[in-house]
């Protein structure tokens, strides 16, 4: 999971690693995972494999890392000037491009593999706490584009965490019905009722009238 | 799953076989579910539900198909006669009591339960009609509700099923936050923010002004 401008300041062969257990988690779902199906995707083998990592467990906690610094990194890299326009492309980021007809699938593969692991982060506590430590630091960068657009006058004076919260789900939303259920009808209409949202609930009565 | 109201027009070995699913598929996840793990939830054993059911699938359909039948008896239960009440009322049922400190727990299997067969859904596409079906079910619910209000005047003249569907995937949102990641704070924030929605967003200008 490179960057999308294709630099990537980690290790070449986790990367490669991290790549082959979403493919396998994506492939065959959490219930089938084996270290030999995560093997299958990787050029160098099994044992390679152990010579890195120890488990099943520790393999899928290095995607869930790689998973959380990719977000990070993504939304850090957002170069807008203005606050509307950061959170247009937040907003876009989470989304993915799964409603994307020429373009959908590249990121089908991350979405599938997190929602596998959001469906047993009752079962284990490992998962579950990287799971949250992702969720709360997207929705503190959502809050925090959305407290420079309060402060500016972008936006109104939200409550920025709650405001950032219904945000985040709402995308996490759209990518479970057009991934997991292929309800993608349902997905981009929640998709322009979000954007409507910020548009007529955030955006400051005498901020920019129509960003898109 | 009988009705809250302690009425049930199934039979009751289904019920008690539907009921063994949940909490079986709750404690256990998908992964690791067996038709032995079910029938340790059920008190007629393992035998009594091979002469009802064929396969851990039939009996996932089964519990999947009365998950179905629940949501719809709850939302068409709902007797309130103001479209306004009844949009809240039907966004309690969703959200179930998740959220409540005195009686948490009680719903929280069953939209685990929900969770994983989601998460599986890609690999099942039994299970994905189930559910696909369902949310439809609901989300055309929800869009009857508002087509009510937006004739009589209590609601603006939104899109119906559009908002339907953004209603209910917030809903799922709270739901899986609270039960599967245990963020009940953000859970409550976005729970809070749904119903602002629908109060700026949803009731007409003229309409009742301080519902709750």
Redesign the interface.
């Known amino acids: 999971m490179g960057r999308r401008d294709g630099t990537d300041d980690t290790d070449p062969h986790d990367s490669e690693i991290v790549w082959a257990v979403m493919q396998a988690l ?1 492939k ?5 995972l084996t270290t030999k199906k995560i093997a299958a995707e990787y050029s160098r083998g099994e044992s390679a494999l152990y010579y890195h990592y120890d488990s099943k467990d520790d393999l899928i906690c290095a995607f869930l890392d790689s998973s959380l610094d990719w977000f990070d990194q993504e939304l850090d890299a957002i170069d807008a000037a203005d606050p509307d326009e950061r959170l247009f492309e937040a907003c876009e980021i989470l989304i993915g491009n799964v409603l994307d007809p020429d373009d959908g699938g590249e990121y089908a593969g991350l979405y ?1 593999a997190l ?2 692991l ?6 284990n506590e490992t998962f ?1 706490e990287r ?2 430590k992702q ?2 630091s997207v ?1 503190e960068k959502l809050a925090a584009i959305l407290d420079d657009g309060i402060e500016d006058g972008t936006f109104r004076p939200v ?1 920025p ?3 950032a ?2 945000l985040v ?2 995308c ?3 990518i ?2 057009a ?5 993608d009808d ?1 997905a981009s ?2 998709r ?3 954007f409507a ?1 910020v548009r ?2 955030l955006l400051a009565a005498d901020g920019p009238d129509e960003l898109r």
């Open positions: 994506a065959h779902g959490y219930a089938d599938i929602a596998e959001s469906a047993h982060a009752p079962y579950r799971l949250v969720q709360r929705i409550d965490e709650a405001t919260a219904f789900v709402t996490d939303s759209i479970d019905h991934v997991l259920l292929g309800m349902v209409m929640i322009a009722q979000l949202f007529s609930n």
